[in-house]
């Protein structure tokens, strides 16, 4: 005779389209909304985290990524700009003319550049991600992610 573990009991549907929405209401800066990266996780957290552990823990992760990809971001786009920058303002403090400034910019653009479209890559595809385990009822751990809301 098989013994039966007791399973968890899955989230009722309305959970799992609060815990969707809260998840993909990160793509709301593509939509043209200022940091609606975080504004929209944040709001629908914010009206559903009582209503169901699920949809608060969903929203924390969905938080905590975005808070941890602007970082990241953030991050690239200085050092990035400091590469590129830097060979530049020296040749105009010097007032040399020699073209090798330039060229030892480029990784600074380049890393700035690539940077910025791989993370924002990454958050897409995990964001997606998700947005579907949350569907299914499945708590999703984003990697990379900063534990800013525990």
Known sequence: METLTK???Q???NQNSHATIIQIS?????????????LGPLITWL??????KFADENGKEAI??????LLYQFLVVII???MFLSPILSMAATDDANPIGIILSLPGLWLFLTGIGLLSLIRIVLVLVATIKAGNGELYHYPLSI????
């Open 7 to 9: 399973l968890e009991p």
């Open 11 to 13: 989230p009722d549907p």
């Open 26 to 38: 990160s793509f709301s800066s593509l939509i043209g909304i200022p940091f609606g990266s975080i």
């Open 47 to 52: 009206i559903w985290r009582n209503q169901s």
């Open 64 to 69: 905590n990524f975005n808070l941890s990809i």
């Open 80 to 82: 990035g700009l400091i």
């Open 147 to 150: 534990r800013f809301i525990k």
